[in-house]
Nanobody, 123 residues
Framework: QKQLVESGGGSVQAGGSLRLSCASSGFNYVNYCLGWFRQAPGKQREAVATIARDSTTTYTDSVKGRFTVSRDNGKRTLYLQMNSLKPEDTAMYYC?????????????????WGQGTQVTVSS
């Protein structure tokens, strides 16, 4: 059974930091592109960061320079280090996985999703 479980969310003041983790099981991790997404109340879900099989990364413009995505294939865990947090980063954060034949890009639909972890940033 393919499973993704997020952790590390919480409440923090603006300017603070959080590190999200996403532990996975049930699929061949190294063959998957991974991503972090978020959804704030009343807004559409957006892609925050992706990391390809060879660890090539992409970021949405609003988090560039503040967030860092990484993966540990040995631990089957995806991370999102979030620094200089802003109130507009408040959202439910989800990790997702997509089987990929490409090594350095993430193209297509993410197949598997976690349940999410809440991040709240106060001003």
């Amino acid at each position: 059974q393919k499973q993704l479980v997020e952790s590390g969310g919480g409440s923090v003041q603006a300017g603070g930091s959080l590190r999200l983790s996403c532990a996975s099981s049930g699929f061949n991790y190294v063959n998957y592109c991974l991503g972090w997404f978020r959804q704030a109340p009343g807004k559409q879900r957006e892609a925050v960061a992706t990391i390809a099989r060879d660890s090539t990364t992409t970021y949405t413009d609003s988090v560039k320079g503040r967030f860092t995505v990484s993966r540990d294939n040995g631990k089957r865990t995806l991370y999102l280090q979030m620094n200089s947090l802003k109130p507009e980063d408040t959202a439910m954060y989800y990790c997702a996985a997509m089987w990929s034949t490409a090594s350095s890009i993430c193209a297509g639909n993410f197949d598997y999703w976690g349940q999410g972890t809440q991040v709240t940033v106060s001003s």
